[in-house]
């Protein structure tokens, strides 16, 4: 980390008064980044760790981690390779479904995030934590697991924590492992990682918000309007465009070119885009014979955007070819094609001949389409309408489970993510809210109420940069100018 990482950690830690004027100018003298005087002073007992981990919240806009408190279920290590771990400085530390929670001593390793979103096909949550903490943690849990041992378990890790996986509290000693009898009782789906530390002013913030649900129930608009996306870009060739249509995503445009090249010459009617959310808006508006799909994309992934378009009952007939940089090898590719319903898997760089023949194989693979938009539009539309009706007769589990059904027939039908979202939000089920929004506000990136609401849940899980990022946008969508002023005061107070 720069020297201003270091002056901007010393100046939080001064202004949460734990450390004086004098402790920090000799801390400021001594040559180590952000991350290595929180780690020191707090190595020095000079500050304690949650005011290390307060501090780098603050400086990141992401909650800290407090590896003392975690309890590391270690097959989850499976995930990511020692040698990776110990490069990038960063752990696993809880896998929940289609979510994986991570400790990180430089959360600013983009390019690490979104490789193991990718690789692991989960949204990756990062948490900062203190970086010779999580070296020793590291070393220590992987070293555990090469012993057959099932968890680490850190010093102070809570009672509750330690009861859900059957240690005995009066027993557990300081930093173990653990392998438990065989009917160890899982955590909580909806609980965030042990030891997590918010900094104080996005903690006094997410207080005074709390879920919105003015527009709850508001069915008049289309289901699954996609909005605020760029038009779709057809080809234009002199041969006749008489064969199927076939879009391709891709964020390099010379591989566009020369794929849309390619198909336009043999007839085919190419649809083109860089992007993940306008890759949904041309599935919707266009229906496409075939998908040629970077693994990699800006805004949502390809894995995502496969892995909604084949559970779902609408578009699963759609064949799928998905391209990627990143070599995995063949068994990889066979992962893929099970954990995303690919029909075909190409790495980078390819051939020509593969391409084609990839295309054939995949067209011939893909399913026909046996139920009308019509007919599937009512279904999800009769679903929504089931949800929110169990809801407001107090059924809230009845209502989860049409909402999740409708999303089943058709997942770009915003309103049903929006809808569940809020549903999950009022079960304080944080994350699986977030992700519902998440995928409300991709489809339609003008609705102010999952904007809205978005930014409060972000905000909550104590991530204050993305709920800075969701309450700018709300202010741009906002209906008044009452409801402008009301957000750049929480702005103001966030910031």
Not at 376 to 382: G, L, P, W
Request: aromatic fraction near 6%; include cysteine.
């Amino acid at each position: 980390m720069s020297q201003g990482d270091k002056k901007q950690i010393g100046r939080i830690l001064l202004q949460q008064r734990a450390l004086t004027q004098d402790e920090l100018d000799k801390a400021l003298g001594e040559r180590s980044g952000g991350q290595r005087l929180a780690s020191r002073l707090a190595d020095e007992g000079r500050i304690s760790d949650v005011d290390a981990l307060k501090a780098l919240s603050e400086q990141h806009g992401i909650p800290g981690i407090d590896l003392n408190q975690i309890c590391l279920r270690l097959d989850d290590l499976d995930l990511l390779p020692r040698e990776i771990a110990e490069k990038h400085v960063i752990l696993p530390v809880l896998v929940r479904d289609d979510r994986l929670f991570i400790a990180m001593a430089n959360p600013k390793e983009k390019k690490v995030i979104d490789e193991l979103e990718f690789v692991t096909g989960k949204k990756v949550y990062p948490y900062v934590a203190l970086e010779r903490s999580l070296q020793d943690v590291i070393d220590e849990a992987y070293t555990l697991k090469t012993r057959g041992e099932a968890y680490y378990v850190g010093p102070t890790c809570p009672a509750e924590v330690l009861k859900k996986v059957g240690i005995d509290v009066d027993e557990a000693p300081r930093r173990r492992s653990y392998t438990p009898p065989p009917m160890a009782i899982p955590a909580e789906q909806n609980e965030p990682p042990p030891g997590v530390v918010i900094d104080p002013a996005t903690d006094k913030a997410s207080d005074t918000g709390d879920i919105a649900e003015e527009d709850f129930g508001e069915l008049s608009d289309e289901l699954s309007v996609v909005t605020g996306l760029p038009t779709a870009e057809e080809a234009s060739s002199p041969v006749p465009v008489t064969g199927p249509t076939v879009l391709v995503v891709d964020d390099e445009v010379d591989i566009r070119k020369m794929l849309k090249r390619l198909l336009t010459g043999k007839g085919f009617r190419v649809l083109e885009t860089d992007r993940g959310r306008a890759a949904l808006k041309m599935v919707k508006e266009h229906s496409p014979h075939l998908i040629i799909l970077d693994a990699m994309l800006p805004e949502v992934h390809g894995f995502e955007i496969a892995r909604r378009i084949k559970s779902s009952k609408r578009y699963q007939h759609i064949p799928i070819i998905m391209v990627s940089a990143v070599y995995r090898g063949w068994r990889y590719a066979e992962d893929l094609k099970q954990s995303c319903g690919v029909e075909q898997y190409i790495e980078k760089p390819f051939r020509i001949n593969d391409v084609m023949k990839a295309v054939e194989t995949a067209l011939q693979q893909g399913g026909n389409e046996a139920v009308s938009d019509e007919e599937i539009s009512a279904e999800a539309e009769s679903e929504l309408n089931a949800g929110v009706a169990a809801y407001r007769e107090g059924r809230l589990d009845d209502a989860v489970g049409h909402l999740k059904r409708g999303i089943g027939i058709d997942p770009l039908a915003y309103r049903l993510h929006y809808h569940l979202g809020l549903l999950y939000g009022k079960r304080s089920q944080v994350y699986e809210a977030i992700s519902e929004l998440e995928t409300a506000v991709q489809i339609n990136s003008r609705h102010f109420p999952a904007v809205k609401n978005l930014a409060i849940l972000y905000q909550k899980a104590g991530f204050r940069n993305k709920a800075t990022e969701m309450w700018e946008r709300a202010l741009t969508l906002a209906p008044d100018d009452a409801t402008r002023d009301s957000i750049k005061q929480h702005l103001v107070s966030l910031l």
